[in-house]
């Protein structure tokens, strides 16, 4: 049989299929629902999308030991502007992927993945949703809260656990004033909070510096009730979420090598694992994992201009903030990597020049590469 390549315009109900010979013309453009049955007769070799609603026909092509290769969206949207006509349909989108499969050579195929590494890219997925739908919550709250007790909002970090606590029982300084502070300090105590005295201080205090009562504040203190209670609620799902994200994380072989590294816990590492995969075959060298995690600089020369760099545009965004969050805790925790941050901050560089967020992908790199964890003396040290 002739060699042939398809193109998938995915859709969450319907997909376009285009089929093309090594010649580039068309054998087959047919639209197909997004069932089994269907996707079975359209065995293809591009497809443009590696999830959502083309989650089942890759699938369905991974399972039949079928070629695939990705092409984002922005890839196919700019390889259309060089065909002719400006029209956007499903089946020019579904032609441009085929085409684009046929003649290039650097499309990233997609492989099977193992069950902990699909596992996390849904857990760690679902907690940026969570940790996401917090921050929004806090930031309602501390509007709410501002526009009946500005001075309480300023003095209580709405992230923990018994500031939220007290919100949930007292809103509006005449309440606190009439509980008083050693009431409020047993209330406090009674459910399990720690630092009870000091928060009970603090909240007292507050409520002594503002003995105006707004004459509409009993809608806003009910709204900062419930906004209160929403956190704590989202507090304790993120919780659950990590403990499932850390059980998951263990199970997978990288789990030592990857967690040795300075700054790299089970949260940032678990995220790391499930936006590479962990196989590091895939990217070949350092530079191109860096250059995927968007920590490497690109180069703009034209003509006369050379070495003129900027920062990339196409990354991956959920992997360099991986990067440079563990670099600034590693530059906390690890006095190696803060001596290196000192010393390229003296000779100049901005915060995150100096953060060794490059440098540290090359360790991770390597570590991985060795299946070894990370030693602050290198083993050839050592020896010698």
């Not at 293809?44 to 083309?54: C, E, N, S, T």
């Not at 929403?230 to 990857?258: P, S, W, Y």
């Not at 006095?335 to 941050?341: A, G, H, K, P, T």
């Amino acid at each position: 049989m002739d060699a042939f390549w398809a193109g998938i315009d995915a859709g969450k109900t319907h997909h376009h299929c285009v089929a093309i010979d090594e010649s580039g013309r068309r054998l087959l453009s047919r639209r197909v629902a997004n069932d089994e049955p269907e996707l079975l007769e359209l065995l293809a070799h591009g497809i443009d999308l590696a999830d959502g609603g083309a989650a089942l026909a890759v699938a369905i092509l991974l399972n039949h030991d079928q070629p695939l290769h990705y092409l984002s969206g922005r890839a196919i949207h700019r390889a259309s502007e060089s065909y002719r006509g400006e029209g956007k349909t499903d089946a020019k989108d579904a032609a441009v992927i085929a085409d684009q499969v046929r003649v290039r050579r650097d499309l990233h195929p997609l492989h099977a993945t193992d069950d902990t590494i699909t596992d996390l890219k849904i857990l760690t997925g679902r907690r940026i949703d969570l940790v996401a739908d917090r921050t929004r919550t806090v930031n309602r709250l501390r509007a709410q809260l501002t526009g009946v007790f500005p001075c309480l909002e300023r003095a209580l970090d709405l992230t923990n656990t018994g500031p939220l606590t007290l919100l949930i029982g007292y809103q509006t300084p005449a309440t606190i004033r009439r509980i008083g502070t050693k009431r409020l300090e047993t209330w406090l105590r009674n459910r399990h909070f720690v630092r009870a005295d000091r928060l009970a201080e603090i909240a007292v205090q507050a409520a002594d510096r503002q003995h105006t009562s707004l004459p509409d504040e009993k809608l806003p203190a009910q709204l900062v009730h419930t906004l209160a209670r929403e956190v704590m609620g989202l507090n304790q799902q993120v919780a659950e979420l990590d403990k499932d994200i850390e059980a998951k994380f263990r199970d997978h072989h990288t789990f030592d090598v990857i967690t040795s590294m300075p700054g790299l816990g089970v949260i940032l590492g678990a995220e790391f694992l499930a936006a590479t995969g962990g196989d590091m075959t895939v990217f070949g060298t350092a530079d191109r994992l860096a250059g995927f995690g968007g920590v490497a600089p690109v180069p703009r020369d034209s003509g006369k201009i050379s070495g003129n760099l900027r920062r990339p545009q196409r990354y991956n965004r959920c992997l360099q903030r991986v990067f440079y969050i563990s670099a600034l805790f590693s530059i906390r925790h690890c006095e190696e990597s803060r001596r290196f941050y000192d010393r390229k901050r003296a000779e100049g560089k901005r915060h995150t020049q100096a953060a060794l967020a490059r440098r540290r992908v090359n360790f991770l790199w390597a570590l991985l590469r060795a299946g070894r964890c990370y030693e602050l003396t290198p083993p050839s040290a050592l020896a010698a």
